[in-house]
């Protein structure tokens, strides 16, 4: 069966590119998203000229955050716990830095390294 093209989701799902890209400036709160924007670096281009396959995986990635975790602090609370580094100050430092989609891609990483280690020695 063949996948839907990245427009056909955006048309059945939000009907039109601009409602998408409002609903993920939606995410756009300081308890989710790094204050870095394109202008930071020259350019000012804003969310409507990402392809429409990157806003929607960029509003799945939010959208799940948001249910499971709520905040980016959350996020990155779950990530120290998974690797048992809650009290190494540096490294939730530089995990600070990192944008939502990167965290959580680092989150599930962790989480099934975890899930593997405990099994190993069961």
Do not use: Q
């Not at 790094?34 to 990402?50: E, F, I, P, Q």
Request: proline fraction near 2%.
């Amino acid at each position: 069966m063949a996948r839907k093209a990245p427009l056909a989701i955006v048309k059945e799902k939000f009907s039109e590119k601009a409602k998408l890209v409002e609903a993920v400036k939606g995410f756009m709160t300081e308890d989710l998203w790094v204050g870095r924007t394109s202008s930071d670096r020259g350019g000012d281009k804003g969310l409507d000229h990402v392809s429409n396959a990157k806003l929607l995986r960029l509003h799945a990635t939010f959208s799940e955050v948001k249910e499971k975790f709520g905040t980016r602090a959350k996020l990155i609370d779950a990530i120290l716990t998974a690797e048992n580094r809650s009290k190494d100050a540096g490294y939730k430092k530089r995990l600070e830095a990192y944008p939502v989609p990167r965290l959580y891609d680092h989150y599930k990483a962790a989480s099934k390294r975890a899930k593997a280690a405990t099994a190993a020695k069961a």
